[in-house]
């Protein structure tokens, strides 16, 4: 798995996203992997990008794509989250008041590009027609697809699974450890400093990150040590307004059931989960 592991490279319709975008820089993400082994990475906006699958095609004829799936109402609750911790934009605190931002914002469409940082989480979340695009230009026999309640319950299986997918042996391994919990900033101006440092401090964290990497391809991070995040306290939502949620992402649910063959009627009905991830590197 590459380091970082969300570089978002192929994302070149949505540049404000993109980590890297040297062509070497990005090989050299990978240069700690064995001879041999099979390569990916995490890129979280690949499935949205209209342009990242067709770039990774163009490179790697033969690569395989695994996506995750889960309930958009949830991902939405989990994306603004996501965003209010990341500090990347000024993003409303609030997710209804989040919501009704974007009402005037248009969906991607392809040869758009995005240039805000705020997510129009009506666009994003719709995982339904991104799967369907995914599956048009790659093909069902290199597309995986993993439900985010499948993770939560089964881990293991979905691990299993998973190397079958990517014709790899099971190693045998039962423990899986819960990352990216939900949090947010113990001290929030120190956070904002180091997560995007101002110029010339800017300069300094890439050559100390490339610094580290050299050394240890895969540093811990210091937020989940929790030296400078706390735990945050579960978003909840008016009963109306996830009804709102459901009305708007149920024909994106009723696709998702026909590509995935799975039945997600509970989708429609389950309370708002946060935001976590299995590591499975």
Same mark, same amino acid.
């Given at each position: 798995?590459?380091?970082?592991?969300?570089?978002?490279?192929?994302?070149?319709?949505?540049p404000?996203?993109?980590?890297?975008?040297?062509?070497?820089?990005?090989?050299t993400?990978?240069?700690?992997?064995?001879?041999?082994?099979?390569?990916?990475?995490?890129?979280?906006?690949?499935?949205?990008?209209y342009?990242?699958?067709?770039?990774?095609?163009?490179?790697?004829?033969?690569?395989?794509?695994?996506?995750?799936?889960?309930?958009?109402?949830?991902?939405?609750?989990?994306?603004?989250g996501q965003?209010?911790?990341?500090?990347?934009?000024?993003?409303?605190?609030?997710?209804?008041?989040?919501?009704? #931002? =974007? +009402?005037?914002?248009?969906p991607? !469409?392809? $040869?758009?590009?995005? %240039?805000?940082?705020?997510?129009?989480?009506?666009?994003?979340?719709?995982?339904? #027609? =991104? +799967?369907?695009?995914?599956?048009? !230009?790659? $093909?069902?026999?290199? %597309?995986?697809?993993?439900?985010?309640?499948?993770?939560?319950?089964?881990?293991?299986?979905?691990?299993?699974?998973?190397l079958?997918?990517? $014709?790899?042996?099971?190693?045998?391994?039962?423990?899986?450890?819960?990352?990216?919990?939900?949090?947010?900033?113990?001290?929030?101006?120190?956070?904002?400093?180091?997560?995007?440092?101002?110029?010339?401090?800017?300069?300094?964290?890439?050559?100390?990150?490339?610094?580290?990497?050299?050394?240890?391809?895969?540093?811990?991070?210091?937020?989940?040590?929790?030296?400078?995040?706390?735990s945050?306290?579960q978003?909840?939502?008016?009963?109306?307004f996830?009804n709102?949620?459901?009305?708007?992402?149920?024909?994106?649910?009723?696709?998702?059931?026909?590509?995935?063959?799975?039945?997600?009627?509970?989708?429609?009905?389950?309370?708002?989960?946060?935001?976590?991830?299995?590591?499975?590197?």
């Open positions: 798995m590459s380091y970082p592991k969300e570089p978002n490279y192929y994302a070149l319709d949505i404000v996203r993109r980590r890297i975008r040297n062509v070497d820089e990005y090989r993400l990978f240069s700690h992997a064995p001879k041999g082994a099979i390569c990916g990475e995490a890129s979280p906006w690949y499935l949205f990008s342009q990242a699958v067709p770039a990774i095609l163009k490179d790697n004829p033969r690569a395989r794509f695994i996506a995750c799936l889960r309930n958009p109402v949830d991902m939405f609750v989990s994306l603004h965003e209010l911790f990341n500090q990347e934009a000024d993003e409303k605190p609030d997710p209804e008041e989040a919501w009704a #931002r =974007q +009402a005037s914002l248009q991607l !469409r392809e $040869g758009d590009k995005v %240039t805000s940082l705020l997510p129009n989480y009506r666009d994003v979340c719709s995982l339904g #027609r =991104q +799967a369907e695009r995914l599956l048009s !230009r790659v $093909g069902r026999e290199r %597309t995986h697809f993993v439900l985010f309640d499948d993770i939560e319950k089964d881990p293991r299986s979905v691990y299993e699974a998973t079958k997918f990517l $014709g790899l042996e099971s190693d045998g391994r039962t423990d899986f450890v819960v990352h990216n919990r939900r949090k947010a900033h113990r001290f929030p101006a120190l956070s904002r400093f180091l997560m995007r440092p101002p110029p010339p401090f800017d300069r300094v964290k890439s050559v100390l990150i490339r610094a580290i990497l050299s050394v240890n391809p895969r540093p811990g991070n210091i937020y989940e040590l929790g030296l400078l995040s706390k945050r306290p978003a909840v939502l008016r009963p109306e996830r709102e949620l459901g009305a708007h992402f149920s024909d994106q649910i009723s696709l998702l059931e026909r590509l995935t063959g799975r039945d997600l009627s509970a989708w429609r009905a389950k309370p708002a989960v946060t935001s976590c991830s299995y590591n499975f590197s």
